[in-house]
């Protein structure tokens, strides 16, 4: 069974950082994709970032050059470095994994539970 953690999120101000992070249990398949989404109170879900099994990394354009992804050398781990945290990050921020290369964040298969990121000024 396929079970994804998040951690690491909190009460932060404006341009501060944290560092979000997500263990993987029960998944064994060497091509996969890794990636976070947020979703804020009263909007769509979103993808944020994602990197497949090779290392190739996707930004969405909202957050390029603040948002880092990562993955544990053990490949059971991925982080979401965030800095320069603006009021409109303010959401739940979900890991996800998927089956095979990230397609844009259109498919993935296992969401973990969401951390919650509150940004004030």
């Known amino acids: 069974q396929v079970q994804l953690k998040e951690s690491g999120g909190g009460s932060v101000q404006t341009g501060g950082s944290l560092r979000l992070s997500c263990a993987v249990s029960g998944y064994t398949y060497s091509k996969h994709c890794m990636g976070w989404f947020r979703q804020a109170p009263g909007k769509e879900r979103e993808g944020v970032a994602e990197i497949d099994s090779d290392g190739v990394i996707t930004y969405a354009d909202s957050v390029k050059g603040r948002f880092t992804i990562s993955k544990g050398d053990a490949g059971n781990t991925q982080y979401l470095q965030i800095n320069n945290l603006k009021h409109e990050d303010t959401a739940t921020y979900y890991c996800?994994?998927?089956?095979?290369?990230?397609?844009?964040?259109?498919?993935?298969?296992?969401y973990g539970q969401g951390t919650q990121v509150t940004v004030s000024s």
């Open positions: 996800a994994t998927a089956l095979g290369y990230c397609d844009g964040f259109a498919t993935f298969h296992y």
